[in-house]
């Protein structure tokens, strides 16, 4: 049972958009720090990645472990009401998620995913970007 009316969940709901969310500025906040520079939500390139290292033609993606069902992971739970809807939904979610990593990679572009839990950590979280990029050719 959920703890909040409708109306107050769908406004909840409302307010979740597509960019500029926490983990995203997160990780945004890190790659700066780290001296690296990039663009956002590139509109040429499938799935308008969430960053875009174009000198090192990597695209990354920061996903919600909700909403993209991070596998294993606390935040990925299933609602307990509508459950067909959200079934539907988050099988949408993660098939369109494949499409466009499919589509990036055959384009020519490394793809790197970061899940919102793994940005809770600053230090640990500029070490895996510092070890993801050192692939893409940066020291």
């Known amino acids: 049972m959920d703890i909040v009316t409708p109306e107050q969940r769908s406004a909840i709901m409302a307010k979740i958009g597509p960019r500029n969310t926490a983990p995203e ?3 945004r906040r890190a ?6 520079r990039f663009r956002l939500h590139r509109p040429d390139l499938p799935g308008k990645p969430d960053i875009v290292l174009p000198r090192y033609r990597t695209a990354i993606l920061v996903h919600g472990c909700f909403w993209h069902r991070h596998p294993g992971c606390r935040f990925a739970y299933n609602p307990k009401s ?5 079934t539907r939904k988050f099988e949408k979610n993660v098939s369109r998620d494949l499409k466009v990593r499919r589509e990036l990679e055959e384009g020519g572009w490394m793809v790197h995913v970061v899940w919102e839990c793994e940005t809770e950590d600053s230090k640990e979280l500029q070490r895996r970007l510092r070890q993801l990029l050192r692939t893409a050719g940066r020291p």
Do not use: C, I, K, N
């Open 31 to 36: 790659l700066h720090r780290m001296g690296y």
């Open 82 to 86: 509508r459950l067909a809807f959200w």
């Open 25 to 27: 500025l997160a990780v």
